[in-house]
């Protein structure tokens, strides 16, 4: 399949745009993972180089909340959340030709599975789509649900991001770090920069978090094999992006 083929080179081809990412993470008194591609302060311990697996077994959580003993990639790929959203996902990946694993990346670097995120900058939902890219795309509010609204169903998200991933790859072809700086930043913000990863530090540690995570969920060589859930699985995992507010949930009221 083309796509297949195409999606195995920007792997190759992110790679040589950007240097693998160590990642630093911590588990705070709830339970809840944090990660991120830098030490952001004390709490935050390396626990994954650019070049190894993934292992949550060393990181040590603030007392008397323990570490969970299953290894981090079995914690993200066991999340109950994104079981839950996996057959969106596949659908959505197979309408658009985006690869599975890409689209579970986006999911977990930009919401940490969480339906209700919203940013401080008014991204929605699980993937965090802005409202006027899905008005690009012809989604509009009406009498029973406004635009926001609407972008809060996970089916609609998803189809939404990936559709946005797709023509992101036809803009950027065979430059993953491009596609995924311009998810961040907006495909106007890596054409400002001559056709490179803009210099702002969200959104370059925005790639090397996802580019991590698409290699956690699509390992080389891998079969994926069964899992028994993890300790802790219904607990959320954080995203921590230099640069980036936290992800508040919308209102209660919001229907």
């Not at 795309?137 to 189809?159: A, E, H, M, V």
């Not at 210099?199 to 069964?226: C, D, H, I, M, S």
């Not at 230099?242 to 919001?254: D, H, K, Q």
Request: charged residues 20%; positive net charge.
């Amino acid at each position: 399949m083309r796509w297949a083929a195409l999606l195995c080179g920007l792997a190759l081809a992110c790679a040589s745009q950007v240097a693998r990412a160590d990642i630093y993470g911590y588990i705070d008194a709830n339970g809840n993972a944090h990660f991120a591609p830098e030490k952001l302060d004390e709490r935050y311990q390396l626990f994954m180089r650019g070049d190894g697996p993934f292992d949550s077994r060393d990181l040590t959580a603030p007392a008397p909340q323990a570490a969970p003993a299953d290894g981090l990639q079995r914690y993200l790929s066991q999340h109950p959340n994104l079981k839950r959203y996996e057959p969106l996902l596949a659908q959505a990946a197979q309408e658009f030709a985006v690869e599975l694993p890409l689209l579970k990346a986006v999911m977990a670097a930009e919401s940490g599975f969480n339906p209700e995120a919203v940013s401080p900058r008014g991204a929605i939902g699980l993937m965090q789509v802005m409202p006027a890219t899905a008005e690009r795309y012809g989604l509009q509010g009406d009498q029973r649900k406004s635009l926001n609204d609407k972008l809060f169903d996970p089916r609609t998200n998803i189809r939404l991001a990936a559709r946005y991933l797709r023509d992101l790859m036809r803009l950027f072809p065979d430059q993953l770090a491009l596609v995924l700086a311009s998810y961040n930043a907006g495909e106007g913000a890596v054409q400002k920069y001559r056709n490179s990863i803009p210099p702002y530090p969200e959104t370059r540690n925005y790639v090397k978090l996802v580019t991590e995570f698409y290699q956690l969920y699509n390992p080389q060589p891998a079969a994926p094999g069964k899992a028994d859930k993890p300790a802790g699985a219904g607990n959320r995992v954080t995203m921590t992006i230099p640069g980036r507010g936290n992800l508040p949930t919308r209102p209660a009221n919001n229907p």
